[in-house]
């Protein structure tokens, strides 16, 4: 079992920066592929971005690709950097973890889920 704690959520002004963490507990994430996904009110769950489970491949929604990058360290966190933030990435935004080596750009691909942070950008 794997427990997901999201944290670095917060208020914004648009074109600024959050960077936004992933901490595990109860097994290592480095058998794990890892995501980012938010809902927005009224929306449903949006894929935004995810990472192999060794670190080498990268792939992003079309929404957020060029200003959010994830990355994972050595240890048990994975992190989503946000930059030129939109009034438009106003969400929640979840980490999710998959057993195997590669990731899916679909909810249902995901094992474990964290509770979730909000994330909202101001005009």
């Known amino acids: 079992q794997v427990q997901l704690v999201e944290s670095g959520g917060g208020l914004v002004q648009a074109g600024g920066s959050l960077r936004l963490s992933c901490a595990a507990s109860?097994?290592?994430?480095?058998?794990?592929?890892m995501g980012w996904f938010r809902q927005a009110p009224g929306k449903e769950r949006e894929f935004a971005a995810a990472i192999s489970r060794g670190g080498v491949s990268t792939y992003y929604g079309d929404s957020v690709k060029g200003r959010f990058t994830i990355s994972r360290d050595n240890a048990n966190t994975v992190y989503l950097r946000m930059n030129s933030l939109k009034p438009e990435d106003t969400a929640v935004y979840y980490c999710a973890a998959r057993s195997g080596s590669y990731f899916t750009t679909y909810t249902q691909g995901y094992d474990y889920w964290g509770q979730g942070t909000q994330v909202t950008v101001s005009s």
């Open positions: 109860g097994r290592t994430l480095s058998n794990l592929a």
